[in-house]
DNA sequence: CCATACCGTTGAGAAAGTCAATGATGTAGA
DNA sequence: TCTACATCATTGACTTTCTCAACGGTATGG
C-alpha cells in the first residue's frame, strides 16, 4: 500500500519549509515524518521490525496514560497475573513474561514496597513465592486495566474489531 | 517526535531450553513451559504483550541465526536501509527505526569500523550524513537477508501463507 | 549579517537485559 | 536415612539499550 506520492529516486531533500511541529503536549502523534519512503525497503517485510514499531508505539502510549497512576507496562504484567487469582510464582511470572528470574525479583519488590502485591511463600515448596494482590493492588490493577483497554483502542484504531481479533490470534500463535 | 517513555526491548526467551528445533517425540504443546495456564489472564489479551513476546521470539531467534555472521539484528536493520539504495541519512534512520540520534551514530560507527557502511555527506545539506553500504556491507546484506528470511520462515511456521500476509497488514497499519 | 532551527556527535545517567553464584528447599537414589 | 543433585528466589557484577542535554557545524529566512 502506498499513499506517498513520493518515489525512491533522491532527487531533493527539502523542498518543503517546516510542515508542523510537536506543539505542546497534546493532540500531535502520527509520526509520519516522511520516512515513509523507507516501507518499500526489505526491512520493512520483517515481521520483527513491524512487530517491533507497533509494540513500541503501543507500550509507549500506554506508559504516558499510566503516568497518573505511576505505574509501567512492565509493572503492571506482573500485577495483572498477581490480580488474575491464578497465583502465579515468581518462576512462572518470569517464564510467561519472557523475563529474568532477577527482575522479577525487582518488580515485585517495588511492588510490594508500594503494597501491590504480597510474596506467600508456597505451602507445597516452600522455595517458591506465590504473588498475589493485595486489596489496594486489584484496586490498582482495576484502574490499569482500564486505562490500558483505552490505549490499545487508540493504538488499533485504525483496525477493524474484526481485524483487532484476527490481529490477536495471529500474535497468540507465534508468541507461544 | 520522541519516544518520551519507553519501555525495553527484552530479547531473551526463557522459555526456550535447547534451540534447535523442537521436535522431539514429546507432546509439544504451544508454550513451552508450563505457564498457558495464564493464557486465560486479561494481560494475554493486550496486543502490546502478545506483541512482546512475539517480538522477542522471534528476535531472539533471529539473532541466534546471525551469530555465524557477528551480526545483530539491531545492526542489521541500519545495514539493510543503508544497502536498499535509498540513501538514508542518520536522522530519517533514527526516525524510522525508532531510535534515538545518538544510538544511530554508534551503530553507524560500528559498521562503518567494520567496513560494511561508509558515511557520505550529503551535498545538499552538508550537516546532513548519507549512510550507503559498501560493496562487503552488500554482500553481508545478502547472506543476513537470506538467514533472516529463514529465521522469519521458522518464527512463524505455524501460520499459513495467508495468514503470514494478513500478519504483516495488520502489523503494518498499527506500526505508523 | 543575524537569529533560529537542524544534524550529527559526545557524554552522562537510568533502565533493562544477561549471567554466575549462593542459601534454602525439594527430590531421587544408594 | 543419608547423600547427591535439581530448583527457586535472591544478590551482585556487568553489558546493552534508552533517554536527555549540550555543543559545533551548517542551513534558512529575514
Redesign the interface.
Known amino acids: 500500500?502506498s499513499t506517498t506520492t513520493d518515489q525512491?529516486t533522491?532527487e531533493?531533500?527539502?523542498a518543503e519549509g517546516s510542515p508542523e511541529e510537536?506543539s505542546s503536549a497534546a493532540s500531535?502523534s502520527e509520526?509520519?515524518?516522511?520516512?515513509?519512503?523507507?516501507?518499500?525497503?526489505?526491512?520493512?517485510?520483517?515481521?520483527?521490525?513491524?512487530?517491533?514499531?507497533?509494540?513500541?508505539?503501543?507500550?509507549?502510549h500506554?506508559?504516558?496514560q499510566l503516568?497518573g497512576l505511576d505505574l509501567?507496562?512492565?509493572q503492571?504484567?506482573v500485577l495483572?497475573?498477581a490480580a488474575?487469582g491464578?497465583n502465579?510464582s515468581q518462576r512462572?511470572l518470569?517464564?510467561?513474561l519472557?523475563?529474568?528470574p532477577s527482575q522479577i525479583v525487582a518488580l515485585v519488590d517495588h511492588l510490594e514496597k508500594r503494597g501491590a502485591v504480597r510474596r506467600e511463600t508456597d505451602p507445597r515448596d516452600r522455595r517458591s513465592k506465590i504473588i498475589v494482590a493485595t486489596e489496594s493492588g486489584e484496586d490498582l490493577h482495576a484502574q490499569a486495566?482500564k486505562i490500558?483497554t483505552d490505549s490499545?483502542d487508540h493504538?488499533?484504531s485504525?483496525?477493524s474489531p474484526r481485524?483487532?481479533k484476527?490481529?490477536?490470534s495471529?500474535?497468540?500463535?507465534?508468541?507461544?
Open positions: 500500500m525512491a533522491p531533493r531533500s527539502a510537536p500531535a509520526p509520519s515524518d516522511g520516512t515513509e519512503r523507507f516501507l518499500d525497503s526489505d526491512l520493512a517485510l520483517q515481521v520483527h521490525f513491524l512487530a517491533s514499531r507497533a509494540r513500541g508505539r503501543g507500550i509507549s500506554a506508559n504516558r503516568e509501567k507496562v512492565r503492571f504484567s495483572s497475573l488474575s491464578m502465579p512462572e518470569g517464564e510467561f519472557s523475563l529474568d486495566l490500558l490499545e493504538t488499533l485504525t483496525l481485524e483487532r484476527q490481529l490477536r495471529l500474535l497468540l500463535k507465534i508468541a507461544f
